[in-house]
């Protein structure tokens, strides 16, 4: 007997499943779209009611290149077929497709203890699809040293494999913080819906398979439907419908004071009548565990001593406590035991040449730290009265949400990353206030900014005023033209394209309606700065990577941004740390999550073979793509052009370099961008600026000669899409060192976003530059990228006379990561340096939710860790100037202006045993420590300041 529920909206379909549903159940919705928000909100009801339960999507895609798809549909077959418990969130096309009858054989069962022969493990896994690496970076690797084999098993982590002749001695798993913990046994399962014969480069053969539906398959699951509207089988246990109506349900409108309201981070919001409950969406909160590990003998810097060489850690003994302590080395052998509870105060430091370690007690680094300092406070003043200035200036505010502007957000045919969300959001925030927008878009290539900017660009449309798109070229500016063109024009939004594409009487004729208001949207070069262009209404500004206009363009967006809303858009690297250090005078929103779909590009390096271009481009070409070729050479760039002719008869060739005019290469891009160009040959100039989802193949000769960031943003030009592209660097027999280092990164930076990573460091750099207006990069390589962020940190708070106070901690508990929970101690540092940087409380609890899930439980002297790290943060510009934590009677010491209610709430939750002018004393439990901080958190959040 099926269950029916109607009048199901909102989220209640997700919380219906998360409450109710079997540990072995599949759910089917109507499309992918509604596939897509049923796994967001299902995931954050299954947290919320601490359901431990996976959850599987099964993609529609049967394509044999889109490996993601059948990544995910292999794993959903192995927990279906391995007794596992699951949630599988499916589609009825998804459930159509036909898989591997045999599927169980190939998986790949690992027991400690048990036998396995080595070879034939290689073997196993390369027939299950997985690629052979030196070293792992990306699921889907395995490498191979001696008996020891690593594999990246994707939704699950990096494996580590120790055999010893064919006996399997031990079997690991490690964390994003690079830590281990050992597992008694896994399983390896494959990446394809079919065997793998063999593997040439993209070239893959498979072997034949007997199939069955998967639909087949699920025969004895329980099933949950949403929105299908027909019996799909007898194990249909709930049919959920949007339409109709349901009592138990109210609307956001409805919630009063006896409501409990739940802040998850959904897509959409339910109200329970009988419940009085209400889950309302929030941005989802993320901690990011990608760390830079330091390692002994890495040069570091310590805020107080200057640059030194970290030599390890060492766990010692005081008065009968064990502490864990990080040895520092400086000039002249001298050595620095730095207490766990300073380890924020240790950066990482990278720099090219010869370095020189500070002195103990030497004035180089406090002259230095001084001379840094002094620049940035120039700095700061500037960003401190543009700000100041921007504050005085009003209009009116602007209407956010109605119909039409709900109606258009639905039209959107893909569903929204979380820091897409997010920047749409700070962006309305932005709109809806009586002051102009100045905000910066930062984000990856193909990270969905432009969706953002025109999501902005409507709501100045509903609001009747008029928008203009500045780009630095004319390719980009088609582009955005036809982007633009296509999401808004449906919803009557008029959209025009000001460039040296137009003649001179249509630009005359686009003058006209703009001043008439019969125009909304002007997407231009800096053409459309040209004084005769003249708004009727003129209300938001958009500036596509402003750092790559000219002076006097520069000086005329200048002038024209004074009293309308700006909207930055930038793919230069911006990471949360500048972001933090100018939170208040910057507005910045980061999206540094790749759209759903997108597949990293796959890198091949290679000495040069026209049997390799060949392959190359003729299975790009079979399969209906398109083709860069960079041949960096003007001189023998048609030569080229006319050898690829003879190789590919058929294939429609271009050619593009710096020294045609402007119009030709503009001519042959836009022939390309319309398909009717197949390989387009062409020198460096393609590297930024160019968006063809359809070319999935880039060929660079003489890769060697390129630099770090120019061939990271050339590998950008492709896997704009959900189709695997490849990138092919081909070198010459013999190239340099320093190549050979650039080469290697590109290799290991191969997932969409890896632009945000630390090791693109020159990129950071400029980031800087670009954000602050000023060139910063002697200053940043002097100090290192951690320790100048902190003193621009600094800086702007003595200019905006913000106090930064952090109290002096000392503990007399054992509080520390014990050697037999994490004997190695590189591991133990990993941990200490990642709560070290973390920047709040809620980072910290995140962080301890993540290691307690991954190691099953945190030692007593670790959780004591963790709870000083967060009263520290609660502590820190309350007022207190010191903690003494000990064992009766603890002692906090308070400047002269703690707030007196503080003392007395500290007083009502504690006994005291006294109370001075400058201090509390009072009878603590360390298992209290945690009372104590959510007083002081509670009195922060009350003042409205940020922890």
């Known amino acids: 007997m099926t269950e029916k529920i109607f009048g199901a909206t909102g989220s209640y379909p997700e919380y219906i499943t998360a409450s109710t549903a079997k540990e072995r159940t599949v759910v089917i919705l109507p499309d992918r779209k509604r596939q897509k928000l049923f796994l967001n909100d299902l995931n954050a009801y299954l947290d919320f009611f601490k359901r431990d339960i996976k959850v599987i999507e099964l993609p529609e895609s049967d394509d044999p290149s889109d490996i993601e798809s059948q990544i995910k549909r292999n794993l959903f077959l192995m927990y279906l077929l391995k007794g596992k418990d699951f949630i599988g969130v499916a589609t009825e096309k998804s459930l159509d497709i036909k898989v591997d009858k045999n599927f169980s054989e190939r998986l790949i069962d690992i027991k400690t203890g048990s036998e396995i022969n080595r070879d034939l493990l290689i073997h196993k896994l390369i027939e299950s699809g997985y690629i052979r690496e030196e070293y792992i970076e990306n699921e889907g690797e395995f490498s191979v040293k001696g008996g020891f084999i690593s594999v990246y098993i994707p939704f699950y982590g990096v494996v580590q494999i120790d055999l010893f002749g064919d006996q399997v001695e031990s079997v690991f798993l490690k964390s994003k913080l690079e830590t281990r913990k050992s597992i008694n046994s896994v399983t390896i399962f494959p990446l394809y819906d079919k065997p793998l014969i063999s593997r040439d480069g993209i070239d893959l053969q498979f072997r034949d398979i007997e199939t069955v539906r998967l639909f ?94 970290f030599r390890g850690i060492e766990t010692r003994e005081i008065r009968g406590k064990k502490y864990d302590f990080m040895i520092l080395e400086y000039a002249n052998n001298e050595k620095v035991y730095v207490s766990y509870l300073h380890f924020d105060k240790i950066h990482r430091y990278k720099a090219s040449g010869v370095i020189t370690l500070d002195r103990i007690g030497g004035t180089s680094w406090r002259n230095l730290k001084r001379k840094v300092k002094n620049s940035l406070k120039k700095i700061a003043f500037q960003l401190v009265k543009l700000y100041t200035e921007r504050k005085q200036i009003r209009r009116d505010p602007l209407v956010v949400e109605n119909d ?100 001179k009487k249509e630009t005359e004729d686009i003058f006209k309606r703009v001043k008439e208001g019969k ?43 004074k009293d309308v809303d700006t909207l930055y858009m930038t ?61 960096n050479r003007i001189e023998s760039i048609k030569e080229r052009a006319d050898h690829l002719s003879s190789l590919f008869r058929g294939a429609r060739i271009g050619i593009a370099h710096g020294k045609m005019r402007p119009k030709e290469i503009e001519k042959i891009i836009l022939e ?107 200053h940043i390589k002097a100090v290192g990228y951690e320790m100048y962020l902190k003193l621009l940190q600094e800086a702007i708070n003595e200019e905006m006379d913000r106090r930064e106070r952090e109290p002096v901690i000392q503990v007399d508990f054992e509080s520390y990561i014990p050697e037999d929970f994490i004997p190695d101690p590189q591991e133990r540092m990993n941990i200490y340096m990642a709560i070290a940087k973390t920047t709040d409380i809620e980072e910290i609890d995140r962080l301890k939710e993540y290691l307690k899930n991954f190691y099953d439980f945190i030692p007593s002297a670790f959780s004591l860790y963790l709870e000083i790290s ?21 002692t906090i010491y308070f400047d002269s202006d703690f707030d007196p209610d503080l003392i007395m709430e500290i007083a009502r939750n504690f006994e005291t045993r006294g109370i001075g002018t400058d201090r509390i004393e009072i009878f603590l439990n360390k298992s209290e420590i945690n009372k104590l901080t959510d007083i002081l958190s509670a009195k922060k959040e009350s003042a409205g300041t940020v922890l």
Not at 477 to 496: A, D, I, M, W
Not at 525 to 542: D, I, M, R
Not at 739 to 761: M, N
Request: aromatic share 6%; with cysteine.
């Open 216 to 309: 087949d398959l699920i025969d004895k699951i329980d099933l949950i439907t949403v929105d299908i509207y027909r019996q799909i089988s007898d194990n249909q246990k709930i049919a959920i419908y949007s339409n109709g109506s349901n009592e138990k349900l109210l609307k956001k409108e409805d919630i009063d004071n006896s409501f409990k309201i739940n802040r998850l981070p959904l897509r959409q919001p339910v109200v329970l009548k009988d419940e009085k409950t209400a889950f309302i969406p929030e941005d989802s909160k993320k901690v990011d565990l990608e760390i830079q590990p330091i390692k002994e003998g890495d040069y570091i810097i310590h805020e107080d001593f200057g640059i030194g060489i």
């Open 404 to 503: 039409l502007i709900e109606a258009f957000e639905r039209s959107f045919p893909y569903i929204e990353t979380p820091d897409q969300l997010k920047a749409i959001k700070d962006i309305k925030r932005d709109l809806s206030s009586d002051r102009p927008m100045e905000r910066v878009i930062c984000g990856d290539v193909g990270f969905g900014k432009t969706e953002v900017a025109i999501r902005a660009v409507f709501i100045n449309a509903v609001n009747g005023k008029q928008s203009l798109v500045l780009v630095p070229t004319t390719v980009l500016s088609y582009q955005h033209y036809r982007n633009f063109k296509e999401r808004l024009e449906p919803f009557g939004v008029v959209v025009e394209n000001l460039s040296r594409l137009k003649s």
């Open 519 to 561: 125009i909304d949207v002007i997407i231009g070069t800096h053409k459309a700065l040209n004084e005769n262009l003249k708004f009727k209404n003129l209300g938001l500004l958009v500036i596509d990577e402003e750092h790559r206009f000219g002076v006097r363009a520069k000086e005329k967006i200048k002038a024209l941004k």
């Open 571 to 631: 793919a230069t690297p911006i990471p949360r740390t500048l972001n933090m250090a100018l939170s208040g005078l910057k507005d910045m929103s980061v999206i540094s999550t790749p759209p759903e779909g997108r597949v990293e590009t796959k890198t091949f390096v290679s000495i040069f073979s026209e049997d390799l271009i060949k392959k190359a481009v003729n299975f790009e070409l079979e399969r209906g793509g398109q083709v860069f070729y960079l041949h």
């Open 672 to 778: 390309f961008i319309e398909r009717k160009i197949d390989i387009l040959v062409s020198t460096s100039i393609i590297e930024t600026g160019i968006d063809i989802p359809t070319a999935n193949t880039l060929i660079i000769e003489r890769a060697d000669l390129f630099g770090l960031a120019q061939l990271y943003h050339l590998r950008g030009r492709v896997g704009r899409g959900n189709i695997q592209a490849y990138c092919y660097l081909l070198l010459p027999p013999q190239i340099t060192e320093n190549a050979e280092k650039r080469i290697d990164v590109i290799l290991r930076l191969t997932r969409p976003g890896s632009g945000l990573k630390v090791s693109i460091e020159d990129m950071q750099i400029r980031g800087v530059g670009n954000i602050l207006g000023v060139e910063q990069s002697g």
């Open 870 to 890: 967060k009263l520290k943060k609660a502590a820190k510009n309350s007022g207190i100037t010191k903690i003494e934590l000990k064992e009766p009677v603890s």
